[in-house]
């Protein structure tokens, strides 16, 4: 099946990914994110890598909401 | 920017907007909540008020039907086979379809189901809409009050409230529109 995609507002949409990625990364506080269990540090590094919270929720083993929470502990902005 | 009968939630904008949410019920007549969405909602406080707000006809759950379900499945894989195109899943894609088919304003604070409205052609025209639209479109129809000394004063207490952030050019767009109302 064939996706008509525009092409140039890709590419604006994947530096602005990137752009979000710099700011999540820059902002958090590692110190809180290294302290976690293994589970949960490794879903907070996921979520700044991808903005992805759903995928990244599933991975710390809590729900949504929870999950959101503790970026916000974790200083973790949403870049939207 | 125009407010719209209908609305459509996903489940990042509800649990983010939980200070301003009431002011929705300004800008929207009615804000339907798929049923995908509700069932990722776990949290007292959120329950609670969606509850009292579907108690009194301001929101709506959205039952999908099938060939939504089918449909937004379909969008689900297009993300996914966009090399680089950040991925979405069932909840927000189901609000997509709906935006697109009944033409109801999505909510969504999920990039990847912005992008695909601005990326994807079949769905350029489907208004979708963060936070941020929510609150121009509040201060742009009196909705909230113009505080001409300081115009972006609901969206700079938004993002710290949530702790999110939005992008300089958008705000820098904002803060242009709100203060030519103040001339």
């Known amino acids: 099946m064939r996706v008509d995609v525009d092409e140039s507002r890709l590419r604006k949409w994947l530096e602005e990914a990137e752009e979000a990625r710099r700011i999540r990364k820059a902002m958090a506080n590692w110190e809180f994110i290294e302290k976690q269990v293994p589970r949960v540090r490794e879903a907070l590094k996921y979520y700044i890598e991808t903005g992805d919270i759903r995928r990244a929720s599933v991975l710390a083993g809590m729900d949504i909401e929870d999950f959101r929470e503790l970026l916000r502990r974790a200083n973790i902005p949403v870049v939207v | 920017m125009v407010s719209s009968e209908f609305a459509i939630a996903d489940t990042c904008f509800l649990i983010d907007w939980a200070r301003y949410r009431d002011i929705l019920f300004k800008v929207f007549n009615v804000v339907f909540i ?150």
Not at chain 2, 83 to 107: F, K, M, N, Q, S
């Open chain 2, 34 to 183: 798929p049923e995908t969405v509700l069932r990722e909602v776990k949290s007292e406080g959120t329950i609670t008020w969606i509850a009292s707000r579907l108690t009194e006809n301001k929101l709506a759950l959205y039952t999908e039907v099938e060939n939504e379900v089918e449909e937004a499945r379909r969008l689900v894989e297009i993300s996914r086979r966009i090399p680089h195109t950040l991925p979405i899943d069932l909840p927000e894609a189901i609000c997509l379809i709906v935006g697109r088919v009944r033409g109801y304003v999505v909510l969504t604070e999920n990039k990847g189901a912005i992008m695909i409205s601005e990326v994807i052609n079949e769905y350029r025209d489907v208004a979708v809409w963060r936070a941020l639209e929510v609150l121009l479109t509040a201060h742009l129809t009196g909705v909230l009050n113009i505080d001409c000394s300081d115009p972006l004063k609901h969206f700079m207490e938004y993002q710290e409230d949530t702790l999110h952030i939005f992008p300089r050019r958008d705000i820098t767009g904002v803060r242009n529109l709100i203060e030519s109302r103040c001339r």
